[in-house]
């Protein structure tokens, strides 16, 4: 199933570019009808949500992007109401392909599935697992014992979200170290694309390599064929990890867990925040 998603996706992306591209070099030539146009409205907003994406705003979106949706019915809807539509059945072939396609992307592929790890659950303590650092030196998580982190299971470079998500958090990460609490990042991607990411920041946000996948398989976040399909060409490899935030306190144990079923809909940081000063600040007062 997961393989299926991986060519989903950019086949789905590839879709709505050559569809908008179609479109706009038709319409130079002739006006467009009611089929073409219903095309163009379904496939612009569906072009949109990834270049935002892409452009880092935010780390989140609406679970059932009801907007999309809207605009989905609406081009739709043009379609169908086509007269030219038997002498031109292309506009219906193409927008039904990204209607669906649309419909899966929001309720198929960006469904994680349900994800309830007990041992990940708030109060419990954090499993024993082993990270490799940067400097390729191997660390245990009992390692975390006497401070508070937070701990972020990512993607890797590739997903704009995970990097969204990254960004804010060391946008906030004076005021979680005024808090007690560090960061560690943690992604099973290969060491340099990490390397690559801790450059980019200038806060002392500590980053971990999952060799071998051995954190995520101790911890069930593997998520086997989860890379977009031809990733692996730009030095990717095709599985990678379920997005997930823990905060821990001092004695390792879990005082928040964020494990998402849709990849698209992930905390605010202001909620690390919050958990830090009550669950935390508060609990050592």
């Not at 994406?53 to 935010?58: C, G, V």
């Amino acid at each position: 199933m997961n393989k299926a998603k991986s060519v989903f996706i950019v086949l789905f992306l590839i879709l709505i570019n050559l569809s908008l591209l179609h479109v706009a070099t038709m319409s130079w030539h002739s006006p467009l009808g009611p089929g073409w146009i219903g095309v163009f409205v379904l496939a612009l907003p569906n072009f949109y949500l990834f270049v935002w994406m892409f452009m880092r705003r935010r780390a989140r979106t609406s679970r059932n992007l009801h907007f999309l949706m809207a605009s989905n019915l609406m081009g739709i809807a043009l379609v169908l109401t086509d007269p030219a539509m038997e002498s031109d059945p292309w506009p219906l072939v193409i927008g039904n392909l990204i209607f669906f396609g649309s419909i899966a992307y929001i309720f198929w592929y960006s469904n994680l599935g349900e994800r309830s790890n007990a041992e990940l659950k708030e109060g419990e303590k954090l499993p024993v697992f082993q990270l490799q650092t940067l400097e390729g030196e191997s660390f245990s998580s009992e390692q975390f014992k006497g401070s508070a982190w937070l701990l972020m299971f990512y993607r890797g470079n590739w997903c704009p979200l995970c990097m969204t998500q990254i960004g804010e958090v060391a946008g906030r990460y004076i005021e979680l170290d005024r808090l007690g609490v560090k960061v560690a990042l943690i992604s099973p991607q290969p060491e340099s694309k990490t390397q690559e990411l801790a450059k980019r920041f200038k806060v002392p946000m500590k980053f971990f390599v999952d060799t071998e996948f051995k954190a995520s398989k101790k911890l069930k976040l593997m998520h086997e064929n989860g890379v977009p399909f031809g990733m692996n060409w730009l030095g990717n490899g095709e599985d990678t990890v379920l997005p997930t935030v823990l905060i821990i306190n001092k004695h390792g144990r879990i005082v928040y867990s964020d494990q998402t079923s849709n990849y698209r809909v992930r905390p605010e940081p202001e909620q690390f925040l919050e958990v830090a000063r009550q669950k935390l600040v508060g609990a050592e007062s």
